[in-house]
Nanobody, 114 residues
């Protein structure tokens, strides 16, 4: 089992920045990929960015160039630097880790005001 705890959400004005963090614990040696997803009200959960254990990254088209994903090995964690935020970035952001299974954090709210 892997446990994930997100932090760093909040309220920011359009054009501002936030940094999300996600700390992993438990069977972290099994993790091969970590990432961020988001879910806005009335919409499906969607991929924001992922990073592999080899530091290969992938981004959703609408965040590429504005968001940066990174990871740390000790402690095992993943972060998401979000710049030039837009009101449409408003959502609950979830951390995911993939190892022997797929694990999710509880989410952190990001609200961008216009």
């Amino acid at each position: 089992q892997v446990q994930l705890v997100e932090s760093g959400g909040g309220l920011v004005q359009a054009g501002g920045s936030l940094r999300l963090s996600c700390a992993a614990s438990g069977n972290i040696a099994s993790i091969t990929l970590m990432g961020w997803y988001r879910q806005a009200p009335g919409k499906q959960r969607e991929l924001v960015a992922v990073i592999t254990s080899g530091a290969i990254t992938n981004y959703a088209n609408d965040v590429r160039g504005r968001f940066t994903i990174g990871r740390e090995n000790v402690p095992k964690s993943v972060w998401l630097q979000m710049n030039s935020l837009k009101p449409e970035d408003t959502a609950v952001y979830y951390c995911q880790a993939v190892g022997r299974g797929a694990y999710w954090g509880r989410g952190t709210q990001v609200t961008v005001s216009s």
